[in-house]
T-cell receptor, first 118, second 115 residues
Framework: AQTVTQSQPEMSVQEAETVTLSCTYDTSESDYYLFWYKQPPSRQMILVIRQEAYKQQNATENRFSVNFQKAAKSFSLKISDSQLGDAAMYFCAYRRRAGGTSYGKLTFGQGTILTVHP | DTEVTQTPKHLVMGMTNKKSLKCEQHMGHRAMYWYKQKAKKPPELMFVYSYEKLSINESVPSRFSPECPNSSLLNLHLHALQPEDSALYLC??????????????FGSGTRLTVV
């Protein structure tokens, strides 16, 4: 079974600074997808960034980037120029590539609460 | 339309009541999901519908009954719930088949309180 671990229950950052959230995962699959989701107090889960395991290049979306280390099974999220609106709970998630009956399942980490100080 | 719409946003029900949660999307997604989320915890998968057929049931108690009347609509029927079933219920959708790289689109959830 796949597992996703976020070892930082809480993190804080000053506005305009950079913060990195950690995520490790365990899988025997070679082809899969990784995601970071943000869940603000408004409750909606918002997709921040995604990475396909077969792609060596790290994904980037504006101020958000990942450091994907496939051999180490590590997938960290870097937020640059942090803004007050970035405050939320962040979940790392794994999904195997299609096939079988479990293709639809997202496996989430325990989450990291990010606080942004003005 | 790039949204998943869930109604109602809040629901309070007694343990003997019957109620339903509704989820709707018009993105042409062929997979739809129900998740249960407790405070400060990750979402837990309950059901997956793929092309309007139940694909995954994560051993959910029978007091939760899902229904997918068509490709745009997903319901969750609730009956004889317990106070520990109080949680945020999230609906999500995604492209079906092998399009896993696009992730899910989530609704904003229904906050359920069982009294």
């Amino acid at each position: 079974a796949q597992t996703v671990t976020q070892s930082q229950p809480e993190m804080s950052v000053q506005e305009a600074e950079t913060v990195t959230l950690s995520c490790t995962y365990d899988t025997s699959e070679s082809d899969y997808y990784l995601f970071w989701y943000k869940q603000p107090p408004s409750r909606q889960m918002i997709l921040v960034i995604r990475q396909e395991a077969y792609k060596q290049q790290n994904a980037t979306e504006n101020r958000f980037s990942v450091n994907f280390q496939k051999a180490a099974k590590s997938f960290s999220l870097k937020i640059s120029d942090s803004q007050l609106g970035d405050a939320a709970m962040y979940f790392c998630a794994y999904r195997r590539r299609a096939g079988g009956t479990s293709y639809g399942k997202l496996t989430f980490g325990q989450g990291t609460i990010l606080t942004v100080h003005p | 339309d790039t949204e998943v719409t869930q109604t109602p946003k809040h629901l309070v029900m007694g343990m003997t009541n019957k109620k339903s949660l509704k989820c709707e999307q018009h993105m042409g997604h062929r997979a739809m999901y129900w998740y249960k989320q407790k405070a400060k915890k990750p979402p837990e998968l309950m059901f997956v519908y793929s092309y309007e057929k139940l694909s995954i049931n994560e051993s959910v108690p029978s007091r939760f009954s899902p229904e997918c009347p068509n490709s745009s609509l997903l319901n969750l029927h609730l009956h004889a719930l317990q106070p520990e079933d109080s949680a945020l219920y999230l609906c999500a959708s995604s492209q079906g088949g092998g399009h896993g790289n696009y992730g899910y689109t989530f609704g904003s959830g229904t906050r359920l309180t069982v009294v």
